[in-house]
Nanobody
Framework: QAQLVESGGGLVQAGGSLRLSCAASGRTFSSYAMGWFRQAPGKEREFVAAITWSGSSTSYANSVKGRFTISRDNAKNTVYLQMNNLKPEDTAVYYC?????????????????WGPGTQVTVSS
């Protein structure tokens, strides 16, 4: 059974950094695009970043561009999200997701597999 599990969330002060990891199992996720989404309390789940199956192309939401970096290690079936210069508005549950396509999408409905999420809290 295909499974995604996020880790690395926590509490950090504004300006700090966190590195999220998403471990995939039960399927060859290395052949498919992956993404990170987040959901803050009372808000809809939103796109954060995505990466193609090979890692050759990435895309970011404007709100995180220049601060977050998505990467993947296909040998380890793992995707990462390096988050620097964190702001209180980055506070949310962060979800890892996988598509059935090689190229990424911004729309969450294109993602068929989801992890349970990891909480990121940024204090001011």
């Amino acid at each position: 059974q295909a499974q995604l599990v996020e880790s690395g969330g926590g509490l950090v002060q504004a300006g700090g950094s966190l590195r999220l990891s998403c471990a995939a199992s039960g399927r060859t996720f290395s052949s498919y695009a992956m993404g990170w989404f987040r959901q803050a309390p009372g808000k809809e789940r939103e796109f954060v970043a995505a990466i193609t199956w090979s890692g050759s192309s990435t895309s970011y939401a404007n709100s995180v561009k220049g601060r977050f970096t998505i990467s993947r290690d296909n040998a380890k079936n793992t995707v990462y999200l390096q988050m620097n210069n964190l702001k209180p508005e980055d506070t949310a549950v962060y979800y890892c997701a996988a598509t059935n396509f090689r190229l990424y999408y911004y729309d969450l409905v294109k993602y068929d597999y989801w992890g349970p999420g990891t909480q990121v809290t940024v204090s001011s």
